[in-house]
């Protein structure tokens, strides 16, 4: 999976970096209203850094999954999908 480095402006709460709130992606502004899932890998064994993922859907209705890397202080999104409606009923749709 590639990832490509972004802009991300975060709430922090009880810890720094706690969860992304908007992001720029080529250029595009991009505003969180869902992180519809988050979930940690790596980080058990040494040399593996611990990295934080989130599954969030825009205020524009695209999905993107985020990437951060605590321990180098990088964000990345991968494209995940777009949400489209038709006729009231939803379809994913990659882009």
């Known amino acids: 999976m590639l990832f490509e480095t972004i ?55 695209h999905r993107f999954l985020l990437r951060y890397d605590p321990g180098r202080d990088v964000w990345g999104a991968r494209i995940h999908g777009q949400q489209s409606s038709d006729n009231g009923r939803s379809s994913r749709r990659e882009k």
């Open 7 to 61: 802009q991300v402006e975060t709430y922090s709460g009880y810890k720094a970096d706690e969860r992304p709130t908007s992001f720029i992606l080529q250029g595009e502004a991009y505003t969180i209203s869902e992180i519809e899932d988050r979930w940690y890998e790596g980080g058990r064994r040494a040399g593996r850094p611990t990295l934080r993922y989130f599954k969030v859907r825009t205020t524009s209705d």
